[in-house]
Every structure is written in C-alpha cells, then in structure tokens.
C-alpha cells in the first residue's frame, strides 16, 4: 500500500490534537486549491474529543467554515435526535457551534423508511454539491474502526464490501444499531485524504492485521481503503499500536 502515515499517540488526547491540525492542514489545502472543504465525519465515540477541539480555540478561528461543506461516511437508521445519530453526535460537539448554515450541513436521511431511496437522496445530494456525475473526491474522510477490522459501516464478510455501483446503500450490521447507510468502497477510495481514528487495546490486533497482514478485506474491511490519488493517515493511541512491530 502506498501513501501511508501512522503515528502512535499517549492518549485520546494527544490523539485529537493531532488530528484537529491534519483537519485544518487538509481544510486550508483545500481551500487554497478549489475555494471549498469538503469533509465526510464519521461516527463512533472516538471523534468526539476531536470535534469538540474543532468548535474551541485556537482551532476553530483557523478554519474559513463559510468555505466548508460536511457529509458523515455512514449513519445509523435513526431520528436525528436520537443518540445513537452520528448526525447528532457531530451537531452537539461541533457544527451546532460554529459558523455553518443548515445548507453546509448535509445530513443522511438514514431516518426514511425505504432506504434504499435514502441512500439514492443521498447520492443525489453529494452530486449536487461535488457538481459530478460521478464519484465525489472528498477532501477528507474520517473513519473509525472497530475490533474486528470493520470501518464506516463496511463490516466483515458483506455484500456492501463488494459494492462498486452504488456510493450509499443500506446494511444490516452486527454493531447496535443495526440498520445503516454507508458509503461503499469507491467513494472511499476516491477521497484525497483520509483519516483513521484508532484508540483502546482491543484493538490492537485489528490494527496489527490491517496494517501488517496479508491483504484480506473480507475478514479486515479497513484494508480496502487504498484512495487511488490520496493518502491515508493512521493516527493510534498506545493501546491500539501495541500489537504493530513498527511504532
Ligand atoms: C459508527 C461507525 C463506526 C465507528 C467504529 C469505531 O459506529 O458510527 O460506523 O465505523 O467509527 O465502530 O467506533 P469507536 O470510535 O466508538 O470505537
């Protein structure tokens, strides 16, 4: 694989520093280059600290938020004020503080009941923003992962980690809750920059085997992200790199 970095942190907070600096380097490039940020958050409970630096001093003043434009990677099926809403997540920590209109806020609406359609609505939607008929090149995708290697809502042995037609589709996942809309593979691997959030020892083995095992996606979906013209950084916390024979 090529285009990789990975750095080991002390802790979640070390952690989130560094991150909250790859944000901004990534949002100023960014801008710099074609005049808007696109990022997709993702969800889980290790961006939270990430996202609460971004909406605080000395961070948030070095990001032009009239300039950017937010997705989520995947969602989970429920209200938006449910707490189990990545969407709500990100909201309470972040964009609920800072300068961005409702239009920069592009929500899944993983909460319709044919989700199919909500996955298409969605498509539509990140096409309508990117100006594409194709896939959208996001600046930056953050991703999470889990102990078994699953990231976004791509998990284990899948239909979804097959997926190279559809950009969302709906799955049926072992992590409460179930039901989800996630971004499949191409979009994934059409990103610029992405960006994985790894902390605790349970994940120790997920990580070993991802970034230092056979390539087998099916077992480690994680290892399919391999963006084509962009790089993928691996920020870890001790725990999680513990099992990595490199540090
Ligand atoms: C979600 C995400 C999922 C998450 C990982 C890591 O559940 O919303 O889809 O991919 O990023 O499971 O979650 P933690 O950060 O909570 O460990």
Redesign the pocket.
């Known amino acids: 694989m090529q285009n990789i970095h990975v750095s080991t942190y002390a802790d979640l907070e070390a952690l989130s520093l560094a991150a909250a600096r790859c944000v901004i380097q990534a949002a100023h490039e960014a801008i710099a280059d074609h005049g808007y940020f696109t990022i997709a958050l993702?969800?889980?409970?290790?961006?939270k600290a990430l996202y609460s630096l971004l909406a605080e001093e000395p961070y948030t003043s070095q990001i032009d938020w009239s300039k950017v434009e937010v997705f989520w990677s995947?969602e989970?099926c429920v209200p938006p004020d449910s707490p189990d809403s990545?969407y709500r997540m990100a909201y309470d920590t972040l964009l609920g503080k800072v300068p961005l209109t409702e239009q920069q806020i592009h929500r899944v609406p993983a909460e319709q009941a044919d989700r199919d359609a909500a996955s298409q609505a969605y498509t539509d939607e990140m096409r309508r923003v990117f100006k594409t008929e194709g896939t959208p090149v996001f600046d930056l995708i953050l991703?999470?992962?889990?102990p078994e290697g699953?990231?976004?809502?791509l998990f284990p042995h899948q239909e979804s980690l097959k997926e190279q037609v559809r950009l969302v589709m709906p799955v049926t996942v072992p992590?409460p809750p179930p039901p989800?809309l996630t971004f499949t593979p191409p979009v994934l691997n059409a990103a610029k920059h992405v960006l994985f959030l790894v902390t605790?020892k349970d994940k120790a083995e997920a990580v070993q085997a991802v970034l230092e095992g056979e390539y087998n996606p099916e077992e480690y979906p994680a290892q399919i992200v391999q963006p084509s013209n962009g790089d993928v950084t691996w920020l870890f916390d001790t725990g999680a790199a513990s099992h990595l024979s490199q540090k």
């Open positions: 993702s969800g889980g409970n290790t961006p995947d989970r990545c991703l999470g992962m889990g699953h990231t976004a809502s992590k989800r605790g």
